[in-house]
């Protein structure tokens, strides 16, 4: 049998470009050629579209110590996460500081993730890699909140993270909102963070919406970034940025929806399509509306309601669909539950966190990189 040094390079470029980024990172000091190869962004990208095909879920949640201290536990699990299939779990490790359990994720792409508090520290990493990268200070922000109450001061309202195919970079965006005393407010300016430079630049467009925070809301999604914000004080929109042509947009929910603050939304992704869920924030039993979003006659938006589950007792929320038919929740009690929306079956999966505090995405791993550079020309 010919050993691994007898092959064509084409052949052995095809054999590790299959293997996962934990393999190809022991292997880096075999030899140097190999080295270079790994580091190569044609090969992350190549190796990126070969892991398309074994996806994975990354799970964020709260836990609390036997010494009492809470602390945020990432782990990766291997899909299919169905009704019938046994669990694949593993914790990472990521090197944070002690206030991470504040941290949220705003944003997945390629296997790279943003995580923030919303206050003034981002982080970008990849949890396969296990690199991180912590984003220099703000251009807008001002340095440190004001005692004062009528003061000139300076808060994040939203973040988001995705991938621009256009430049073949990856991007970050930050609102920062103004205020001056107990309520005068001046309109929000805009930062954008370009990996490839490794620096903010602000950029001039309209902010039409103010967000809301609400981690389950938030998505990127070929191309586009989506939360959950407010138009004018009275009407309830999804606010969407761009990530090539760098401009924000206004998405109308259900009219439904208008004058039902008592009721939770959620937003996520099936099957392509965004799909938006509805449902009372409190009751022993609750009702959970999904409405997916479509075209009309004319191109605008519209929605259709396209499946109700339950009522049902002990769910929480929804979470993310981790295939066509299965949708992963929260319970609760702190569990979370795989839920078969045409079978309507119920599994229980055996991880446990704060009640309210999971998060999670689909997730695919990659070698990318969160240093940036001039290097970086990513194609996909």
């Known amino acids: 049998m010919a050993s691994l040094g007898n092959l064509p390079d084409g052949v052995i470029i ?11 990172l022991r292997f880096k000091c075999v030899r140097k050629s190999w080295y270079a190869l ?22 964020k949640r709260l836990v609390t110590k036997d010494s009492g201290k809470k602390e945020n536990i990432f782990s990766i699990l291997k899909l299919p996460l169905s009704i019938h299939s046994s669990l694949s779990i593993s914790d990472i490790d990521l090197p944070f500081h002690e206030d991470f359990r504040f941290f949220e994720i705003h944003g997945h792409s390629h296997g790279l993730l943003c995580l923030t508090d919303l ?17 220099p200070p703000s251009i807008l922000l001002l340095p440190e909140p004001s005692a004062e109450p009528d003061d000139y001061d300076s808060s994040t309202n939203a973040v988001g993270f995705g991938y621009d195919s256009k430049s073949r970079d990856f991007k970050v965006v930050r609102v920062v909102d103004f205020v001056e ?9 805009v ?12 950029i001039q467009t309209p902010v039409s919406g103010h967000v809301f925070w609400a981690p389950c809301f938030e998505v990127f999604h070929e191309g586009t970034y989506y939360w959950w914000a407010d138009a004018d004080g009275n009407t309830e929109i999804i606010l969407t940025f761009d990530m090539s042509e760098e401009v924000f947009g206004q998405i109308p929910v259900p009219e439904s929806f208008q004058g039902t603050g008592d009721w939770y939304r959620s937003l996520g992704v099936l099957d392509g399509c965004i799909v938006l869920f509805h449902y009372p924030s409190r009751g022993d039993e609750r009702r959970f509306d999904m409405w997916e979003m479509g075209k009309d006659e004319s191109g605008g938006v519209s929605w259709s309601k396209v499946l109700t589950i339950g009522p049902v007792s002990g769910i929480e929320k929804p979470l993310l669909f981790i295939s066509s038919e ?8 702190g569990q979370l ?8 079956e119920v599994k229980e999966v055996p991880i446990k966190g704060s009640p309210g505090r999971f998060q999670g995405t689909a997730f695919v791993k990659s ?10 020309n990513y194609e996909f």
Not at 14 to 24: A, D, G, N, V, W
Not at 181 to 189: A, E, L, R
Not at 191 to 202: C, I, P
Not at 367 to 376: E, F, M, P, Y
């Open 326 to 333: 299965e949708l992963l929740m929260e319970g609760n009690g």
């Open 367 to 376: 070698l990318l990189s969160v240093k940036g550079g001039d290097s970086i």
């Open 14 to 24: 095809e054999i590790l470009s299959r293997l996962p980024p934990e393999s190809l």
């Open 38 to 59: 790994f580091n190569d962004p044609k090969f992350k990208a190549k190796h990126f579209s070969t892991s398309l095909q074994h996806k994975h879920l990354l799970l």
């Open 119 to 135: 206050r003034k520290d981002i982080f970008l990493c990849n949890p396969s890699t296990r690199e991180f990268h912590q984003l």
């Open 337 to 344: 539950i795989v839920y078969n929306i045409r079978s309507e």
């Open 191 to 202: 930062e954008v963070y370009d990996l490839s430079k490794e620096r903010w630049r602000e």
């Open 181 to 189: 005393g107990p309520g005068y407010f001046y309109p929000p300016k």
